[in-house]
């Protein structure tokens, strides 16, 4: 039986921090469902969870620390020490275990911290990066909140849930930065208004470019379904928004370009600008 209603919020940078409350920080709140109360209070299922991520900054294949050079999309001369800046452009550098980690644990720990994917410098594949949290048992999940560190929000990903552990995955919401992307990769059928109460869709309103960082995502996962206002009498909603899992399935980052600016105006800075996190 499922244990109770979440809400999940997140803090990410593909430069970004990951949190449950973060690409980029997530944090999941949950209350019992008892039939009862309208009103039962939130608790945060995200501390003490496991969390784990396809790929770091500044850690290998092995897990074994490397150092990667990483560049911010807004700051210069003028902002933070002017010794990181190359071609005006302040920069810094991922390493693990050391004070300029940012393991996926960061997301989680309830501070500032974030963590934060490798930087396409190292390869476009790290476009597609996941972050899965792991609830360690059945619990309903009412919102997901995401904050981004110092990245923008996602250009295209997927928020996905599990109800059996990690096994199998199934879309919650999809993002993208327009309708056309949400047909072409996620179907048509993404872009129609919600009938159901576990119909999928997919939002443009999170994947703008700006804010360029600390950015937020909030997703509700009940307002504004046909059950939301009798959840307790709603089965199909009440199964929707079950999860052992919660899955971040990052598809591609917001790049300003970079990827195509990059060898034609030879700024060895534009990959190093692109990387999720959040805290």
Not at 241 to 269: E, V, Y
Request: net charge neutral; hydrophobic share 35%; glycine share 8%.
């Amino acid at each position: 039986m499922a244990r109770g209603t979440a809400a999940v919020a997140l803090l990410w940078h593909i430069c970004c921090t990951v949190r449950l409350l973060s690409a980029q920080e997530v944090i999941t709140y949950g209350y019992g469902v008892n039939g009862f109360s309208l009103h039962p209070p939130y608790f945060n299922l995200a501390e003490g969870t496991k969390i784990t991520a396809t790929a770091t900054c500044g850690q290998d294949e092995s897990g074994k620390p490397v150092e990667d050079l990483y560049c911010k999309l807004v700051g210069g001369p003028v902002s933070g020490d002017p010794s990181q800046t190359i071609q005006g452009q302040y920069c810094d550098i991922c390493k693990a275990e050391s004070n300029k980690a940012h393991p996926s644990t960061n997301a989680i720990d309830g501070t500032e911290r974030w963590w934060q994917s490798p930087p396409l410098s190292r390869g476009l594949e790290y476009n597609e990066v996941n972050v899965t949290l792991d609830l360690g048992q059945l619990f309903h999940v009412a919102y997901v909140l995401i904050k981004f560190a110092n990245s923008p929000r996602p250009d295209l990903w997927v928020l996905e849930r599990s109800t059996d552990f990690g096994e199998a995955y199934s879309p919650w919401q999809y993002f993208a930065s327009s309708k056309r992307d949400c047909i072409e990769k996620f179907g048509p059928k993404s872009v129609e208004r919600i009938i159901k109460d576990d119909d999928a869709i997919c939002t443009t309103e999170y994947s703008r470019i700006v804010p360029l960082e600390n950015g937020e995502i909030v997703v509700s996962l009940v307002n504004g379904r046909p059950g939301a206002m009798n959840f307790s009498y709603s089965p199909v909603l009440r199964d929707f928004t079950k999860a052992t899992n919660i899955r971040l399935r990052f598809l591609r980052t917001n790049t300003l370009l970079g990827h195509l600016m990059g060898k034609a105006l030879r700024d060895p800075t534009v990959t190093r600008r692109v990387s999720a996190d959040f805290v």
